[in-house]
């Protein structure tokens, strides 16, 4: 299905996640305030600690586990597409096992070495990707800078919070799930026959004044498939992948407590196969694909005493993936999107594997080369201390915590090569068959671990409450071979960063809000002298439903006002590491006698001892509503300003000093602005049938206010007062005509020879500004968003009746482009097939209507596959995420079997899609299939 201009009209769907007000608490003169244990109930996390929903100042959006529980992924990252507003997620591949996700917060701010946002687990700085649902408490993201501050120069991208289930005093509660369904792929590339592909292949070469490669004797033979071993026609895709692969997710998880212990432990299972046809059952020396990971996690919270308590969490995690032939799949879809459909059979009649000189079988690859295997294991461990000390003052608590984090990851290939022959009445052999030799290594390898204080102060005086919290925090993590998100790829020098944060809040009269906070961190990553910066900021509220105006009122049960303003810093630049540092690297010297060359040094890059830590102002106001008919409303309207971004002084620092590499600079400047605004409704809880949505958006827009580059021929190239990751190309305005050809005033590329149906650019300028006749770089102009969406958008609902519910989540974007490359859209590029979308190819015929140009059997490179607007493709979508309906067993059938709840369920993933893109998936152009999955689950409660 494709969506038509109405997904621009949906996009404006308002609406920072909606706080639910907390009943007032009867205050004494002077008392310490109730601790919050439930944040789904009465607080939300706000860094380091937790705070009441109606008094926190920041811009925070929240989601419990159990809402993304629904959503069948192996990355918990795509498990919260369209659950948090001012989260953007980018999905890298589907393959399982080998794919990723990228989070964003509040679009891009830097066009340095990362947007990335700080992610904290349990308090401590960690990957969460790995986690599964039924192990998280709640997620969080923190946005302004009241909300990241106390990060300090980390937080300038944001930052994730992510809390683990603890126990609670209540009987064991043991709770057991498990679902198992089917992957399959949303869509395949759609590459055209042996016979199509021939006929077209002579077209091109007649385009390209060359002689017919096939006669019409191949070409019948051919369309009758009457001889598949010479006049060979394969679908390649289908010879190696299935059209749908299991996957499962059992888990079994306990929960309970008394007054001195309380625990949870989880334990999951997790099996994806891939969608690679079976090898391993047909060859012993292959494997079939399958990704497995095994979680286990043990929180256990002891009061030693009734002011001393300890708190240890454990996680862990195996994962293991295995595949024929290589690890990945890169270079086998490569293959795939390449080898024509006549370029051999898969076997001989003698049952042989078939092939050529220039490239192997597919087949055969993954049937006769071996497999690879990797196992990698994930520990995060922690242990805290908490200490009440109402002896010195009442509301004053202490703890101390260590935690430790490792990541290993191992590689191993068996390995073995395969004869190929080719057909004819005269067979040639290319390869040898080999047995299997196998390599073993370490594919990546890290260590985290940090110290932490933390000092906390509760009281409420009267009308006055007043909260303080100070922490000190200390780490390092260590790179032995490769860490996402570093710009190291091996060192044996930790990341060490220390750092002291505080927080005050001050709550007059249950109405008037004030907080500061703040950090002075610094980094190893910079010169001594330049490791430590301060990031302040503060906020203020006003609760305007506690006014004697509002507080009777029958319609708004909750208003509050808020807004903030601070600095904070992103020690994530990139760049070279050390930087502030002369290098001299050895180089080749000089010949004194002989041949032989005597190693000398030279000077490196130039160094800057004063570099530093990208800074950035934030500022927000937003408003948060809650109305007595179960709507609640709330907007966040935001603007950061992003300086001393990483850049090269390319005309600050003139090249007539000599320089063997400019040193790196602090100059850049992006100024990014936006909003995000939330809509939702509750209905009764009472009633027999419920109903609720909860409709999300979020817009961005950034500009680069300063990028110290290249003097450009053109202007239209300069990147200064753009938008981040904008595409500069050529613009496409339509195809040569035969008058065109012969028009030399018409601008063209150099030493090319134009034809009819060629793609015509427009000429831009030349040295002088002013179009020259040429189309070359020079001619660049923006074409297109190639970054991040610009809207992004959700609708989140559910209805249930009785014992049947049914939740759907739809999420989509705007303003956004792709563009089309590689050879599943280049017809006959590098020798390779050709696809559906060269059929309404440009010939004197078709002139009029086509939208692909004239066929080529060449490498057209300097007209064809330029990176231009004829290629752009806009990748504006909606798609419905996750639907589950589920059907829960009434308590009274299931006394027997002491079961407190049992629930049915069947739930789906990536069902569809509205988008204007008819040549693939939005979001699979290229590798990998997008992947749907449809599954059946059971959950019993005891």
Same mark, same amino acid.
């Given at each position: 299905?494709?969506?038509?201009?109405?997904?621009?009209?949906?996009?404006?769907?308002?609406?920072?996640?909606?706080?639910?007000?907390?009943?007032?608490?009867?205050?004494?003169?002077?008392?310490?305030?109730?601790?919050?244990?439930?944040?789904?109930?009465?607080?939300?996390?706000?860094?380091?600690?937790?705070?009441?929903?109606?008094?926190?100042?920041?811009?925070?959006?929240?989601?419990?586990?159990?809402?993304?529980?629904?959503?069948?992924? !192996? %990355?918990?990252?795509?498990?919260?597409?369209?659950?948090?507003?001012?989260?953007?997620?980018?999905?890298?591949?589907?393959?399982?096992?080998?794919?990723?996700?990228?989070?964003?917060?509040?679009?891009?701010?830097?066009?340095?070495?990362?947007?990335?946002?700080?992610?904290?687990?349990?308090?401590?700085?960690?990957?969460?990707?790995?986690?599964?649902?039924?192990?998280?408490?709640?997620?969080? &993201?923190?946005?302004?800078?009241?909300?990241?501050?106390?990060?300090?120069?980390?937080?300038?991208?944001?930052?994730?919070?992510?809390?683990?289930?603890?126990?609670? !005093?209540?009987?064991?509660? /043991?709770?057991?799930?498990? @679902? +198992?369904?089917?992957?399959?792929?949303?869509?395949?590339?759609?590459?055209?026959?042996?016979?199509?592909?021939?006929?077209?292949?002579?077209?091109?070469?007649?385009?390209?004044?060359?002689?017919?490669?096939?006669?019409?004797?191949?070409?019948?033979?051919?369309?009758?498939?009457?001889?598949?071993?010479?006049?060979?026609?394969?679908?390649?895709?289908?010879?190696?992948?299935?059209?749908?692969?299991?996957?499962?997710?059992?888990?079994?998880?306990?929960?309970?407590?008394?007054? &001195?212990? %309380?625990?949870?432990?989880?334990?999951?299972?997790?099996?994806?196969?891939?969608?690679?046809?079976?090898?391993?059952?047909?060859?012993?020396?292959?494997?079939?694909?399958?990704?497995?990971?095994?979680?286990?996690?043990? *929180?256990?919270?002891?009061?030693?005493?009734?002011?001393?308590? #300890?708190?240890?969490?454990?996680?862990?995690?195996?994962?293991?993936?295995?595949?024929?032939?290589?690890?990945?799949?890169?270079?086998?879809?490569?293959?795939?999107?390449?080898?024509?459909?006549?370029?051999?059979?898969?076997?001989?009649?003698?049952?042989?594997?078939?092939?050529?000189?220039?490239?192997?079988?597919?087949?055969?690859?993954?049937?006769?080369?071996?497999?690879?295997?990797?196992?990698?294991?994930?520990?995060?461990?922690?242990?805290?201390?908490?200490?009440?000390?109402?002896?010195?003052?009442?509301?004053?608590?202490?703890? #101390?915590?260590?935690?430790?984090?490792?990541?290993?990851?191992?590689?191993? *290939?068996?390995?073995?090569? +395969?004869?190929?022959?080719?057909?004819?009445?005269?067979?040639?052999?290319?390869?040898?068959?080999?047995?299997?030799?196998?390599?073993?290594?370490?594919?990546? @390898?890290?260590?985290?671990?940090?110290?932490?204080?933390?000092?906390?102060?509760?009281?409420?005086?009267?009308?006055?409450?007043?909260?303080?919290?100070?922490?000190?925090?200390?780490? +390092?993590?260590?790179?032995?071979?490769?860490?996402?998100?570093?710009?190291?790829?091996?060192?044996? &020098?930790?990341?060490?960063?220390?750092?002291?944060?505080?927080?005050?809040?001050?709550?007059?009269?249950?109405?008037?809000?004030?907080?500061?906070?703040?950090?002075?961190?610094?980094?190893?990553?910079?010169?001594?002298?330049? =490791?430590?910066?301060?990031?302040?900021?503060?906020?203020?509220?006003?609760?305007?439903?506690?006014?004697?105006?509002?507080?009777?009122?029958?319609?708004?049960?909750?208003?509050?006002?808020?807004?903030?303003?601070?600095?904070?810093?992103?020690?994530?630049?990139?760049?070279?590491?050390?930087?502030?540092?002369?290098?001299?690297?050895?180089?080749?010297?000089?010949?004194?006698?002989?041949?032989?060359?005597?190693?000398?040094?030279?000077?490196? @890059?130039?160094?800057?001892?004063?570099?530093?830590?990208?800074?950035?102002?934030?500022?927000? /106001?937003?408003?948060?509503?809650?109305?007595?008919?179960?709507?609640?409303?709330?907007?966040?309207?935001?603007?950061?300003?992003?300086?001393?971004?990483?850049? =090269?002084?390319?005309?600050?620092?003139?090249?007539?000093?000599?320089?063997?590499?400019?040193?790196?600079?602090?100059?850049?400047?992006?100024?990014?602005?936006?909003?995000?605004?939330?809509?939702?409704?509750?209905?009764?809880?009472?009633?027999?049938?419920?109903?609720?949505? *909860?409709?999300?958006?979020?817009?961005?827009?950034?500009? !680069?206010?300063?990028?110290?580059?290249?003097?450009?021929?053109?202007?239209?190239?300069?990147?200064?007062?753009?938008?981040?990751?904008?595409?500069?190309?050529?613009?496409?305005?339509?195809?040569?005509?035969?008058?065109?050809?012969?028009?030399?005033?018409?601008?063209?590329?150099?030493?090319?020879?134009?034809?009819?149906?060629?793609?015509?650019?427009?000429?831009?300028?030349?040295?002088?500004?002013?179009?020259?006749?040429?189309?070359?770089?020079?001619?660049?102009?923006?074409?297109? *968003?190639?970054?991040?969406?610009?809207?992004?958008?959700?609708?989140?609902?559910?209805?249930?009746?009785?014992?049947?519910?049914?939740?759907? !989540?739809?999420?989509?974007?705007?303003?956004?482009?792709?563009?089309?490359?590689?050879?599943?859209?280049?017809?006959? @590029?590098?020798?390779?097939?050709?696809?559906?979308?060269?059929?309404?190819?440009?010939?004197?015929?078709?002139?009029?209507?086509?939208?692909?140009? =004239?066929?080529?059997?060449?490498?057209?490179?300097?007209?064809?596959?330029?990176?231009?607007?004829?290629?752009?493709?806009?990748?504006?979508? &909606?798609?419905? =995420?996750?639907?589950?309906?589920?059907?829960?067993?009434?308590?009274?059938?299931?006394?027997?079997?002491?079961?407190?709840?049992?629930?049915?369920?069947?739930?789906?993933?990536?069902?569809?899609?509205?988008?204007?893109?008819?040549?693939?998936?939005?979001?699979?152009?290229?590798?990998?299939?997008?992947?749907?999955?449809?599954?059946?689950?059971?959950?019993?409660?005891?």
């Amino acid at each position: 299905m494709k969506l038509k201009p109405t997904l621009y009209i949906l996009s404006t769907l308002a609406l920072v996640t909606v706080a639910n007000p907390l009943i007032a608490q009867q205050k004494d003169t002077v008392t310490t305030k109730t601790e919050v244990i439930s944040f789904k109930t009465a607080a939300r996390p706000i860094g380091y600690g937790f705070q009441p929903k109606n008094y926190t100042t920041g811009a925070i959006s929240s989601v419990h586990g159990e809402e993304f529980r629904d959503a069948f992924n !192996i %990355r918990i990252g795509n498990a919260l597409l369209g659950r948090l507003p001012g989260l953007t997620i980018r999905q890298n591949g589907f393959e399982p096992g080998a794919s990723s996700t990228s989070l964003t917060i509040r679009g891009t701010n830097t066009y340095g070495f990362s947007n990335a946002p700080l992610v904290m687990l349990d308090g401590f700085m960690s990957d969460f990707d790995q986690l599964v649902p039924e192990e998280i408490e709640d997620i969080s &993201i923190l946005k302004d800078a009241s909300a990241t501050a106390v990060y300090g120069l980390r937080a300038a991208n944001g930052v994730v919070l992510v809390t683990t289930k603890i126990g609670k !005093i209540q009987p064991l509660a /043991i709770n057991f799930s498990t @679902q +198992y369904g089917f992957q399959n792929p949303v869509s395949t590339p759609r590459f055209l026959d042996s016979y199509s592909y021939a006929f077209l292949l002579n077209e091109a070469r007649r385009n390209d004044g060359l002689g017919e490669l096939y006669t019409s004797s191949d070409l019948q033979t051919f369309s009758s498939k009457s001889d598949p071993i010479n006049f060979a026609n394969v679908d390649w895709y289908n010879e190696v992948f299935r059209n749908a692969a299991p996957q499962s997710n059992t888990n079994l998880n306990f929960k309970g407590g008394t007054s &001195i212990v %309380r625990y949870f432990a989880s334990l999951n299972a997790l099996v994806s196969d891939g969608l690679y046809k079976n090898f391993g059952d047909d060859n012993e020396e292959s494997s079939n694909s399958k990704y497995s990971r095994l979680n286990f996690r043990s *929180n256990i919270d002891i009061s030693l005493n009734k002011n001393l308590s #300890a708190q240890l969490n454990l996680g862990a995690g195996v994962e293991d993936k295995k595949n024929p032939g290589e690890l990945t799949t890169i270079n086998t879809i490569n293959l795939l999107d390449r080898i024509t459909p006549n370029s051999f059979p898969v076997r001989l009649a003698n049952g042989s594997l078939a092939g050529n000189n220039l490239l192997s079988n597919p087949v055969g690859d993954l049937l006769s080369t071996g497999f690879s295997t990797s196992n990698s294991t994930t520990l995060q461990a922690s242990f805290r201390l908490n200490q009440v000390l109402d002896m010195i003052t009442p509301g004053l608590k202490a703890s #101390a915590a260590i935690s430790f984090n490792s990541f290993f990851s191992g590689l191993s *290939n068996k390995r073995k090569t +395969y004869a190929r022959f080719s057909t004819g009445t005269t067979s040639t052999q290319f390869g040898q068959n080999t047995s299997l030799v196998g390599t073993e290594g370490v594919q990546s @390898q890290l260590s985290n671990n940090a110290v932490q204080a933390l000092l906390t102060y509760n009281r409420v005086f009267g009308k006055h409450d007043v909260s303080a919290m100070t922490v000190f925090n200390s780490d +390092y993590f260590l790179i032995n071979k490769a860490y996402p998100g570093t710009n190291a790829a091996g060192n044996d &020098i930790p990341y060490k960063t220390n750092g002291v944060s505080t927080r005050v809040t001050y709550v007059n009269n249950e109405k008037y809000i004030v907080e500061f906070s703040g950090a002075y961190q610094g980094s190893n990553a910079f010169a001594k002298g330049k =490791r430590y910066g301060f990031t302040p900021a503060g906020s203020v509220g006003w609760i305007i439903s506690k006014e004697n105006f509002l507080k009777d009122s029958k319609v708004i049960e909750f208003l509050k006002l808020r807004g903030s303003y601070g600095f904070v810093g992103n020690e994530n630049i990139g760049g070279l590491r050390f930087g502030y540092a002369q290098r001299y690297p050895f180089v080749d010297g000089y010949i004194f006698t002989g041949t032989s060359k005597l190693g000398a040094i030279t000077e490196g @890059q130039r160094a800057n001892p004063n570099l530093t830590w990208e800074k950035e102002k934030k500022s927000n /106001i937003g408003f948060e509503m809650n109305f007595a008919n179960g709507f609640g409303l709330a907007m966040d309207v935001f603007q950061n300003n992003r300086f001393d971004i990483l850049d =090269r002084p390319n005309t600050t620092i003139p090249a007539i000093l000599g320089y063997n590499g400019l040193p790196e600079t602090n100059l850049g400047k992006v100024k990014n602005k936006g909003l995000e605004a939330l809509l939702s409704y509750h209905s009764n809880e009472a009633k027999k049938l419920r109903f609720n949505f *909860n409709a999300q958006a979020s817009y961005n827009e950034n500009e !680069i206010v300063f990028n110290d580059e290249l003097t450009q021929i053109n202007k239209a190239r300069i990147t200064t007062g753009m938008p981040i990751g904008y595409g500069f190309g050529l613009e496409a305005i339509g195809f040569f005509t035969d008058a065109d050809v012969n028009n030399n005033a018409i601008a063209r590329p150099i030493g090319l020879i134009i034809k009819p149906g060629d793609i015509k650019y427009r000429d831009i300028g030349g040295p002088l500004g002013v179009p020259d006749g040429i189309i070359d770089d020079n001619d660049s102009t923006p074409i297109g *968003n190639y970054n991040l969406p610009d809207w992004t958008f959700s609708l989140q609902t559910g209805v249930s009746y009785k014992a049947v519910d049914l939740n759907l !989540i739809f999420q989509g974007v705007t303003g956004i482009n792709l563009n089309l490359s590689g050879n599943r859209y280049y017809a006959f @590029q590098n020798n390779g097939k050709v696809s559906e979308i060269a059929l309404n190819r440009w010939t004197p015929e078709t002139a009029a209507t086509a939208t692909y140009p =004239r066929l080529s059997s060449s490498d057209n490179t300097n007209n064809f596959n330029r990176f231009s607007s004829f290629w752009r493709r806009d990748a504006s979508y &909606i798609k419905l =995420r996750s639907a589950e309906i589920g059907y829960t067993i009434p308590a009274s059938a299931l006394k027997k079997l002491r079961l407190q709840k049992t629930r049915l369920f069947i739930n789906g993933t990536n069902l569809f899609s509205l988008d204007h893109l008819e040549e693939a998936d939005v979001e699979a152009l290229g590798g990998y299939p997008a992947l749907r999955t449809v599954s059946l689950g059971l959950n019993l409660h005891f």
